[in-house]
């Protein structure tokens, strides 16, 4: 990748704003898998997939551009988003650069057959050490939070998640998730119904936020079926800060 900044503008009048040289190369090292249908990118903590009311530039816009210049694109870059990662939360997110694979990978989100797995740095040890959180979820839009429930109710989604203590760290725990249905902050909801809030996470108890607003759980491992050539694909990212997770 050359140090020279993207600046696109394409003959159908889409054009995507100027890159620096650095926002270039920090794209380049966080790109995590690539090829003509998929992109995995390590999403830093802070960062917003798609738009909101923030108005904030979504990495999906800011990958456009990326892609047109580096590509040489004509016409619009077309990227899709199969799945979502919260904006406090860091880790792998898949990209759909066809809309064939935004399709199928969408629908292997939406039916759990695509293999999530997490790190989280929690403020308690889980009791047990590993097992199983089947509970039902309900969401509150105007508090965007989500209550967990040990028995159904009207309105409530089963949630469900497995987990395992990797290790102490100095002053939290680190915890293995596998994420087995995909409700609204369940990962962050069902720690904290056992008493193991999230570090940073004030909305669902933790003691302090952390100085850059985000919360410490990382979408360290994802698996899929390639939406084209049917075979598996595993990607694995590294965490934003691996002292963190691992010293703390």
Request: hydrophobic letters at 35%.
């Amino acid at each position: 990748m050359t140090k020279s900044s993207i600046s696109t503008a394409d003959t159908t009048g889409q054009s995507y704003r100027t890159l620096s040289p650095e926002e270039t190369e920090d794209i380049v090292s966080r790109i995590l898998y690539e090829d003509n249908h998929v992109l995995v990118l390590n999403k830093r903590p802070g960062e917003i997939v798609q738009g909101d009311k923030t108005g904030d530039e979504p990495l999906v816009e800011k990958l456009k551009a990326f892609i047109a210049l580096r590509d040489g694109k004509p016409g619009q870059v077309f990227l899709g988003v199969p799945h979502r990662l919260d904006r406090p939360v860091s880790g792998a997110v898949i990209l759909a650069k066809t809309s064939k694979a935004l399709t199928r990978l969408s629908a292997a989100f939406r039916e759990g057959n695509a293999g999530k797995i997490y790190w989280a740095l929690v403020e308690n040890a889980p009791v047990p050490p590993e097992g199983e959180i089947h509970t039902w979820l309900t969401r509150n839009e105007k508090q965007n939070k989500s209550y967990s429930h040990p028995l159904p109710k009207p309105g409530a989604k089963e949630a469900l998640l497995r987990y395992r203590l990797l290790r102490p760290t100095k002053n939290y725990f680190l915890v293995e998730v596998e994420l087995l249905t995909g409700r609204h902050h369940q990962i962050r909801c069902q720690l904290a119904s056992i008493g193991c809030p999230i570090k940073g996470d004030l909305k669902y108890g933790a003691r302090r936020s952390n100085p850059d607003g985000s919360i410490s759980l990382h979408a360290r491992q994802v698996t899929f079926l390639h939406p084209t050539r049917k075979e598996p694909v595993t990607v694995t990212a590294p965490t934003p800060m691996e002292e963190m997770y691992l010293q703390l």
